[in-house]
């Protein structure tokens, strides 16, 4: 079965500092990867998606992914975290079909001052 | 344009009862697809309705059933309520058909539904 995995539950970075987190997925093709970002108390904004072509991805607020098949990774990266980043990031795949987005179990963000 | 609204944005009822939440989807979107998202954890997909049908199913018992009208709003029933069922309901709504669509899923801001 398809599967999304996160391995890092929390993270604690200081701001200023670059941030990685970590997604990984198991998919028999490859597989449409987004993030989302969920603040407290709201919905699920899209940082970024990749369907094909270019394995580097830009998004919103600053953040990039770097999709490696041979890795069966997509990580999300920011060169330097603000304190508004903090949330919980969500990884997730799609399946070529739509009709069943896989998420990660999200990993949270702090940041220190 | 307008996002994806919910309502209510919480709601407490008791097991056994039922409940529907409601979903109004973002202008020109024709796909929704709900989630529910336990304390703690990631969303699950519960299933997707395109133009009125269901159009995917993820792990959920049949006591999760749904509607999609003709204006592409949506609603969530759930029969039998268990304590389990406590979560935030997440819905999304789409451009696309679901079937090899690249479509963006845009979400609401969810309800709250807390069982006791």
């Known amino acids: 079965a398809q599967s999304v995995t996160q391995p890092d539950i929390h993270i604690t970075v200081s701001e200023g500092a670059s941030l990685e987190l970590r997604c990984n997925y198991s998919y028999g093709a490859t597989p449409y990867l987004f993030w989302y970002v969920q603040s407290p108390g709201q919905g699920l904004q899209l940082l970024l998606k990749?369907?094909?072509?270019?394995?580097l991805v830009q998004g919103i607020k600053g953040f990039e992914a770097e999709f490696k098949r041979s890795q069966s990774s997509f990580n999300l990266r920011k060169p330097s975290v603000h304190w508004s980043d903090a949330a919980e990031y969500f990884c997730?795949?799609?399946?070529?079909?739509?009709?069943?987005?896989?998420f990660g179990p999200g990993t949270r963000l702090s940041v220190l001052p | 344009e307008t996002g994806v609204t919910q309502s209510p944005t919480h709601l407490i009822k008791t097991r056994g009862q039922q409940v529907t939440l409601r979903c109004s989807s973002q202008s020109g979107h024709n796909t929704v697809s709900w989630y529910q998202q336990a304390l703690g954890q990631g969303p699950q997909f519960i299933f997707q309705?395109?133009?009125?049908?269901?159009?995917g199913r993820g792990n959920f018992p049949p006591r999760f059933s749904g509607l999609q009208f003709p204006n592409y709003s949506s609603e969530l029933n759930v029969n039998a309520l268990e304590l389990d069922d406590s979560a935030l309901y997440l819905c999304?709504?789409?451009?696309?058909?679901?079937?090899?669509?690249?479509?963006?899923?845009?979400f609401g801001p969810g309800t709250r539904l807390t069982v006791l």
């Open positions: 999304a709504s789409s451009r696309g058909g679901g079937t090899g669509s690249t479509d963006t899923q845009y």
């Open positions: 309705y395109y133009r009125e049908e269901e159009n």
């Open positions: 997730a795949g799609d399946d070529n079909y739509g009709q069943n987005f896989v």
């Open positions: 990749y369907f094909s072509g270019d394995t």
